[in-house]
Nanobody, 124 residues
Framework: QVRPVESGGGSVQAGGSLRLSCAAS???????????MGWFRQAPGKERERVAT???????TYADFVKGRFTITKDNAKKTLYLQMNSLKPEDSAVYFC???????????????WGQGTQVTVSS
């Protein structure tokens, strides 16, 4: 299995928290050490957007709309990517995708390995 596998989505009230996980053990060379990994999301009727990325050296980027609320981390030993989401808002509702590529810019153009997504629903 090459596709990353997301888990941890669900329904939560506004202000609540969720933690998404992404198992990346199936990636070629099977090491998240050498990949840029990221979380993207897509809401109905909207384009997919980058949420956060973490590169092989640990450097991170965040979309402005999640700064201060979401945290991306990875556990290289477990080959797992995480997204801790706090202070959730109804506009955070979307399908969240985990992705991995050799370069972070590759993710922005849809390259690399993508999971099937996990639904996050935030009610007001």
């Amino acid at each position: 299995q090459v596709r990353p596998v997301e888990s941890g989505g669900g329904s939560v009230q506004a202000g609540g928290s969720l933690r998404l996980s992404c198992a990346a053990s199936g990636l070629p060379n099977s090491s998240s050490d050498y990949y840029c990994m990221g979380w993207f999301r897509q809401a109905p009727g909207k384009e997919r957007e980058r949420v956060a990325t973490i590169d092989f050296d640990g450097s991170t980027t965040y979309a402005d709309f999640v700064k201060g609320r979401f945290t991306i981390t990875k556990d290289n030993a477990k080959k797992t990517l995480y997204l801790q989401m706090n202070s959730l808002k109804p506009e955070d509702s979307a399908v969240y995708f985990c992705a991995a590529d050799r370069r972070c810019y590759g993710l922005d153009i849809g390259r690399g390995y993508w999971g099937q997504g996990t639904q996050v629903t935030v009610s007001s």
